[in-house]
């Protein structure tokens, strides 16, 4: 199996829905976490895919010991974002994974009114204040902060350029064919690179 790893600093994921977005971000939770670093998942899905796929793709304990795992509403992830990101002096920072950002601003947008552009543009800050949060985080401590976005359907990631222009990297998940994803490496290190893996029940294969 190929080694897929991801830079320091703040990184965007993502992809159409069903694209494999929230397995390779569980996969880079538990590959951060084996490496020996602390791990903080936030998991804004109702159904609570990102928690589940992590239990299901690994076999190591070890590793899952130093993956947190939380549920969160979207509404809620600034205020549970906020003492994550201002470590305490008992414990070591954690690097974070936000499985999905763009939740915060496709939660308000699809139960409003299409006139009522107030809310949207207040969860647009939302999202880009959290996304701002988390980059000052990474920077700060050298840690790794992936956030997870949805693809719009005009085709940009939800979050545009103000988002792409807040990030070191970006990574572009898309489907190849059949069970197969293509990851591209959009910006950072690696810029211009591809690789591809498979969906399996356990998670990914890479090939």
């Known amino acids: 199996m190929r080694e897929f790893s991801v830079p320091r600093g703040l990184v965007l994921l993502h992809g159409r829905p069903g694209a494999g977005k929230t397995t390779l971000a569980s996969y880079i939770a538990l590959q951060l976490a084996s490496a020996g670093g602390r791990v903080l998942y936030f998991d804004t899905s109702p159904a609570g895919d990102g928690v589940s796929r992590l239990y299901t793709m690994t076999e190591d304990l070890r590793s899952l010991e130093s993956v947190r795992a939380v549920r969160v509403n979207p509404r809620a992830l600034r205020r549970l974002i906020i003492p994550a990101v201002v470590p305490r002096e008992c414990g070591s920072p954690a690097h974070l994974i936000v499985d999905e950002l763009s939740s915060v601003f496709l939660a308000v947008a699809e139960t409003s009114p299409p006139e009522d552009r107030k809310k949207k543009s207040a969860a647009y800050r939302e999202m880009l204040f959290i996304a701002a949060l988390l980059k000052q985080y990474a920077d ?52 211009g690179t591809q690789a591809t893996f498979l969906l399996t029940p356990r998670g990914l294969e890479f090939l």
């Open 140 to 191: 700060t401590y050298g840690l790794t902060c992936v956030v997870v976005v949805d693809d719009s359907r005009e085709g940009p990631p939800v979050g545009g350029r103000a988002l792409q222009s807040l990030v070191g990297g970006s990574l572009r998940v898309e489907v190849a064919e059949g069970n197969v994803r293509r990851i591209v490496v959009e910006s950072g290190p690696g810029a």
